[in-house]
């Protein structure tokens, strides 16, 4: 008899060009061969070059969507990204804590990369208190964890520092992404989960083609997770399959393309 397929769930909104939210975690899953369920949060009309619309969907559709997988397939880890307000937070928090999902990777998708807030404070307020505390992995990137520590973050020491801040909000362990910083610190995150405090550092991919990398990143640690590893196990590999799709990044359309989720297919390249 075939050993059980490990699932994951990705609790986050539709991206139309394919390159991030849900359509970035299935792949994602699907490549570390953990099957991929969702519940869609919002539907985005966006390509390479921006985000040209954005349509909530209503709280009680999208915890109906994660009872309906968890009540029958189950799920070993889930995580979410693009929660969009306040009351679907509230919601997917709540139904959280009642479906018992114990392995919950949080990507707090407050504030992009470049520094532009997505969600209100009220949202962020309703983040912080209702679903930091239920997540396995927190994964805030440079301009998140500075609205989440109350601090600016120039330096390594500063990325250490809000790390342990942001871990008294109750999740088991940070992770303060490094993208948004400059130089040699481009590309080291910091992991904190009380006791161990670790600099993880990658190599640096130059490619303007990075877009997705914070879902795909939450999404292969919720694969990871799925498949039985240890959170800061998980974290690493992931952070790898991160780089070497980075590696393989898409040239498509006219603006900033994703990452490339197939390069396991293309192994045999030199």
């Keep these: 008899m075939n050993a059980p397929i490990p699932v994951a769930m990705t609790i986050a909104g539709s991206d139309s060009g394919g390159g991030a939210g849900i359509q970035a975690d299935l792949r994602t899953f699907a490549f570390h061969q953990v099957h991929g369920t969702c519940a869609l949060t919002c539907i985005t009309a966006q390509n390479t070059l921006g985000v040209t619309r954005v349509d909530a969907l209503p709280a009680a559709a999208v915890i109906a969507q ?52 997505l969600i209100d404070d009220d949202a962020i307020a309703t983040l912080k208190t209702a679903l930091m505390p239920l997540a396995t992995v927190l994964t805030p990137n ?58 993880l550092a990658t190599e640096v991919v130059n490619t303007p083609h990075t877009h997705g990398t914070g879902c795909t990143l939450s999404a292969a640690i919720a694969a990871n997770l799925a498949l039985g590893h240890h959170p800061f196990t998980a974290t690493r590999l992931a952070k790898t399959y991160v780089t070497q799709a980075l590696h393989h990044s898409l040239v498509i359309g006219h603006g900033q393309g994703p990452v490339g989720h197939f390069f396991p297919l293309n192994q045999t390249e030199g």
């Design 66 to 117: 994660m009872a309906a997988v968890v009540s029958d397939i189950g799920v070993q880890a889930a995580k979410t990204g693009m929660l969009l307000n306040q009351e679907i937070i509230a919601a997917v928090a709540t139904e959280v804590a009642a479906l018992g999902l114990q392995q919950l990777v949080v990507d707090p998708v407050m504030v992009s990369r470049t520094g532009a807030q």
């Design 142 to 199: 440079r301009y998140e964890a500075q609205i989440l520590a109350g601090q600016e973050i120039q330096t390594l020491a500063d990325m250490q520092t809000a790390a342990e801040k942001i871990y008294q909000f109750g999740a088991k362990a940070v992770l303060v992404k490094g993208g948004g910083m400059s130089g040699e610190l481009q590309g080291i995150d910091i992991w904190f989960d009380g006791q161990q405090l670790e600099t």
